[in-house]
């Protein structure tokens, strides 16, 4: 079986400065991570994902996470936030590159204030 | 990425009543898709996997009988709430199993009074 844990259950940030969204998981065999972001009333969108080769994942608005197999994380951080990132994160492991059959965390809600 | 539609977006019923809810993929097909449910402030709970042209697979707890999934083509999944009471009351999310990534409709709140 597979968890997952996100330690933060609300982040607030002033704009324009770092965040670091914990996840940390636990399973008996190797997993795939994902980030998802959840904007109010919408779906999932997905973020960023770990599937093999380096360890440090991007997205394409600058979001960056990191697998770390000794410490069973995939922490997500940004170094400068926006207004706009204001959102709902979740973290997800699944078994299989494929993506399916996720386990996610219980979400972090990020509050960017101006 | 590819596009994952639901409809209705919102819905209101009384209690007693049934409510369908589509979950479409507008641009690819998908032999597999699931269903959420996400209560207020929490995360997604899996609810069934929906395979085209086979039973779908219920997580343990949620009721087949009550929660009917229908999975007749490789661009729909139909989830019917029957006889709904409050404590349905949610936002259901779908999600379409792409090669690679799981796409996620934009979801679909329920409000049972």
């Known amino acids: 079986a597979q968890s997952v844990t996100q330690l933060d259950s609300q982040v607030p940030v002033f704009e324009e400065a770092p965040v670091e969204l914990r996840c940390n998981y636990s399973s008996s065999v190797s997993v795939y991570l994902f980030w998802y972001v959840q904007y109010p009333n919408q779906g999932l969108q997905l973020l960023l994902k770990?599937?093999?080769?380096?360890?440090l994942v991007k997205s394409i608005n600058g979001f960056e996470a990191e697998f770390n197999k000794s410490q069973t994380s995939f922490h997500l951080r940004k170094p400068s936030v926006h207004i706009s990132d204001t959102a709902e994160y979740f973290c997800a492991v699944s078994y299989n590159n494929a993506g399916n059959m996720l386990t996610f965390g219980g979400g972090t809600r990020l509050m960017v204030k101006p | 990425g590819a596009v994952v539609s639901q409809h209705p977006s919102r819905v209101i019923c009384k209690s007693g009543t049934s409510v369908k809810i589509e979950c479409r993929s507008l641009?690819?097909?998908?032999?597999?898709m699931f269903w959420y449910r996400q209560f207020p402030k929490q995360s997604l709970m899996l609810m069934a996997t929906s395979n085209e042209g086979s039973k779908a697979t219920y997580e343990q707890g949620v009721e087949k009988d009550k929660f009917l999934i229908n999975h007749a083509s490789l661009t729909l999944s139909t989830l019917t709430v029957t006889s709904a009471h409050p404590e349905d009351s949610s936002f259901y999310i779908c999600s379409a199993q792409g090669a690679y990534e799981q796409y996620f409709g934009p979801g679909t709140r329920l409000t049972v009074t």
């Open positions: 641009d690819f097909q998908a032999t597999t």
């Open positions: 770990y599937l093999s080769g380096s360890t």
